[in-house]
């Protein structure tokens, strides 16, 4: 396996990477109702509509949606719901972290036994500041428990949240222990240089920047596309980014997606969020969150709706 | 309610206190098998040894238990296995916390349930910077969803594991809303000052400082005692500590159980307590930790036996 960089040569750079996701991958919102129940037929519907508007896959179940306030049995039971409902199982990655090994090794094995195209794996959350060989022996334990060659595994970077990094040489280990199970990795650290790096280093793994911010950049060095949490209401317009024919052509859509994203930065964006979906579907159930989150207020969401009328095209 | 403080005349200051758990409790190591399984017929061997040894309270399933390394099914199961061992309830302060609002709830009500002096519970631990609204709201569902008048909960302050504080006004509001539900807090955030105000402020409060190094001063303003990971190897002299019958005595005790805990204080804790565990009972597996923990190294261990050799008094 060759971790050595192939430099960017401004080409189709993402012809370098391996099959599998690719385009704009959604972090998928998770609704509740009014008793904070997760609402699956909600759910299915919204994750319905993001594969017609042109999603790349969904992520199901990653901190946009709330994955970690809901328990193992609910998320088995929405993933199997989704299934059911005909949703092809491979542009599903679901979130299947957990601080337990236990948990994770349930949650892997239940998105591999559903055929999902490949897991997010948050590492273990809870202890802080542990070892670089514990993180490795839980990965290799999820792994070697699931114990099923077509897994496909995407890291989940998210130090501010984790509080347990991704490291270079982490995901080296990984890739030359397990091959091409290790497929990919989400990078929400939020620090360009970071991406920059891993796109440079890990040539052929399947990365996503965190952020639509990092699209473009991320795109010239062969970044697969993104996940980002803003795709559940802007999916179109980031998925055009990606599809413009001339450098000019994605540098005016970026322009506007940017300034799309700008309009959520002073409010907490999983609230934020999801009273924009309760406003475009008229279901203001949509507006739900579980604790610790709580929901924007009334205020805040119509200067929110303001801001995104403001920074739309006419 | 009041929530105005006594202040400290430095007389029996913990009969200030409302009955329930005091002296020390012990945040009992969980122990595993080769095949990293919840070893429960050790686990409960432990559990007697300790209260045998003079523990006021077994404090299961707390972070030097490697709790959140447990699925919610394990904690419950070593749960039902101390109350049918015969290992009396209400001498239990498990730790119920978890990340989503079920699982906290379902493990409470089995504490609940299963008839547990209190249970210690951590606030969400996934989502950082949440507000102190949003975790009100989740201790507020968690204690109307188990809707049990006999629940006494223990709130759980670790900010450096947990990332979310227990603040001063959440604690005020939390008693205002439930009263004498809120019976307690382990504050194990590492500030004397912290917890000298948590003591003052919340004189009605069972407090318990999170280390033994805390210990006298506590108990000086009133503590119960105190919740010390390093209860599970050295509960008798720190028990000592609190029982002594003069000034005199007690400096004398604390001196040597301050440099017992100091020992530990080059290696990684967990580790190395069931490291000190497998010495003295014999059985190797207690090295055994879950990842992301990884057992302490040989060396490490034979150099921390020698450290405790030289601290113990000959």
Request: glycine residues 10%.
């Amino acid at each position: 396996m060759n971790r050595i960089a192939t430099p960017s040569a401004g080409g189709p750079a993402a012809a370098r990477r391996r099959a599998g996701f690719s385009g704009v991958l959604v972090p998928v919102l998770t609704p509740f109702t009014a008793t904070l129940e997760a609402n699956a037929p909600a759910f299915v519907a919204f994750c319905r509509h993001l594969l017609a508007e042109g999603a790349g896959g969904l992520a199901v179940f990653g901190t946009t949606s709330e994955a970690n306030s809901l328990s193992l049995v609910e998320r088995r039971h929405l993933l199997a719901e989704l299934v059911q409902s005909g949703i092809a199982a491979d542009r599903l990655m679901p979130g299947t972290g957990a601080a337990a090994l236990p948990d994770a090794v349930a949650l892997t094995s239940a998105a591999v036994g559903a055929g999902a195209g490949g897991v997010l794996l948050l590492p273990p959350f809870y202890y802080k500041n542990v070892s670089e060989d514990g993180v490795f022996a839980w990965y290799a334990e999820v792994i070697e428990r699931v114990g099923d060659a077509r897994l496909r595994v995407y890291l989940y970077h998210i130090p501010q949240m984790s509080g347990v990094p991704i490291t270079l040489s982490l995901i080296a280990r990984l890739r030359d222990r397990y091959g091409e199970i290790i497929a990919g990795l989400k990078d929400s650290g939020g620090d360009w240089q970071h991406t920059e790096r891993l796109l440079k280093e890990f040539a052929d793994l399947t990365i996503f920047p965190g952020s639509e911010r990092f699209l473009r950049a991320g795109l010239a060095y062969g970044a697969a596309g993104c996940i980002s949490a803003t795709a559940n209401v802007n999916l179109r317009l980031i998925r055009a980014v990606i599809d413009a024919r001339t450098q000019a052509e994605r540098e005016r859509l970026d322009q506007r997606m940017v300034a799309l994203r700008a309009a959520y930065e002073s409010v907490p964006v999983i609230p934020a969020l999801k009273y924009v979906v309760a406003e475009r579907t008229g279901d203001r159930g949509w507006r739900t969150v579980r604790p610790p989150l709580t929901p924007l207020p009334e205020a805040e969401g119509r200067a929110l709706l303001a801001r995104l009328g403001a920074a739309e095209p006419r």
